[in-house]
């Protein structure tokens, strides 16, 4: 690598979706509108370096390692993005591109990176174009861009590169909503919300057996699909006139129909789509024995996954941690749970802060 080598470096954060975006049109285009919590404490750090070819050629360059290894899956899916990017990006093929990205959640946990390390990809690219194009984004334009290219490579990716409740997708009752993007949810400061928790029990650390790019694909002959749109829609009307009410039951109902709308809809996608497992039942039924019984403020949420997201307010976190030791974590995988709240989005580590 020559002298001109330059490094840029950003951390974004997973995400945890209660109206779910499951089904796309062309391009990362979302058959229906989602909105999620974006987490703190689970993260990818991604630097990337690059220096200009000594000579040109029409050939993308681009090497990814993932903890310090090579990582070809992800390099072909980065290569396939920035092929992608690469005739409105024009200077991208005149460059040399490292990326070398890590997880700060613990391997094997069966938690989907794709989210957050798009997410970390798109915004080491924006901060790259701002370099090479001298040309500085406002704030809102630089995250907007970031989250466009991120929705390229995962469409939940679009929504981890802002912190607190993101929307992404066409949302009629949302003036700022966009197909294209996602866009920050914006919540009173006095709202519960702010104060939300997800503990991640880990049932199973395993691959799941039907990727998500398959997922939706299947959703395009599914004799489910127009039903799925219009709840989509529904719970998300609801939803919204929830948390601007501070409505904790709204939220906790909606958030459990799409958990299991998602996994209905899986299940009946005529391919492996049986995703949650027994203990992923046990732990449901457990939590609404709970919930019953102590009274407490706390639903659960499911991604495409066997494991379960616990999610409730911090003013009960003892109580709920309490449950979690003696009741839940029998039902984990080696007994692993990982502890996450409501974060602020992504971090820029190098070469400078953005604020
Ligand atoms: O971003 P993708 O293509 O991995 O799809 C994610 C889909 C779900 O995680 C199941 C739901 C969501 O909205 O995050």
Not at 30 to 57: C, H, M, Q, R, Y
Not at 173 to 193: G, K, V
């Amino acid at each position: 690598m020559s002298e001109e080598a330059v490094t840029i470096g950003w951390k974004a954060p997973s995400n945890i979706a209660l109206i779910k975006y499951w089904g796309k049109r062309a391009n990362q285009i979302p058959e229906n509108g989602s909105l999620s919590i974006t987490l703190a404490n689970s993260t990818t750090t991604t630097f990337l370096t690059f220096n200009k070819k000594e000579k040109e050629d029409q050939l993308i360059s681009v090497e990814y390692y993932f903890h310090g290894e090579r990582q070809l899956q992800f390099e072909k899916k980065t290569d396939l993005l920035l092929n992608q990017l690469s005739s409105e990006i024009g200077f991208l093929k005149n460059y040399n591109l490292i990326f070398k990205s890590e997880n700060n959640f613990p391997h094997s946990t069966g938690i989907a990176s794709s989210a957050s390390s798009m997410a970390a990809l798109a915004l080491c690219l924006v901060s790259m174009e701002e370099i090479i194009t001298h040309n500085k984004l406002n704030r809102d334009d630089f995250f907007c861009r970031a989250s466009t290219i991120a929705r390229l490579g995962s469409g939940s990716a679009s929504r981890s590169v802002f912190g607190g409740l993101v929307s992404w997708g066409l949302i009629p009752s949302l003036e700022q909503s966009a197909d294209e993007y996602a866009t920050p949810f914006i919540i009173h400061s006095t709202s519960r919300l702010n104060t939300i928790r997800d503990i991640i029990l880990i049932v199973s650390a395993k691959e799941k057996s039907v990727s998500s790019t398959m997922g939706h694909s299947l959703m395009n002959h599914h004799p489910y699909k127009e039903g799925r749109k219009a709840q989509a829609n529904e719970n998300m009307v609801k939803i919204i006139e929830g948390i601007r009410k501070d409505n904790y039951q709204a939220i906790a109902e909606i958030s459990e129909n799409e958990a299991l709308s998602l996994h209905a809809l899986l299940m009946t996608s005529g391919s492996d789509g049986l995703l949650l497992k027994p203990n992923t039942i046990k732990i449901i039924e457990e939590i609404k024995y709970f919930r019953k019984t102590s009274g407490l403020d706390l639903f659960f949420t499911i991604d495409a996954g066997p494991n379960i997201h616990l999610i409730y307010y911090d003013d009960q976190r003892k109580q709920v941690l309490a449950f979690v030791e003696s009741t839940l974590s029998q039902y984990c995988e080696g007994g692993k749970w990982i502890d996450d709240h409501i974060g602020n989005g992504p971090e820029q580590l190098s070469p400078a802060l953005r604020n």
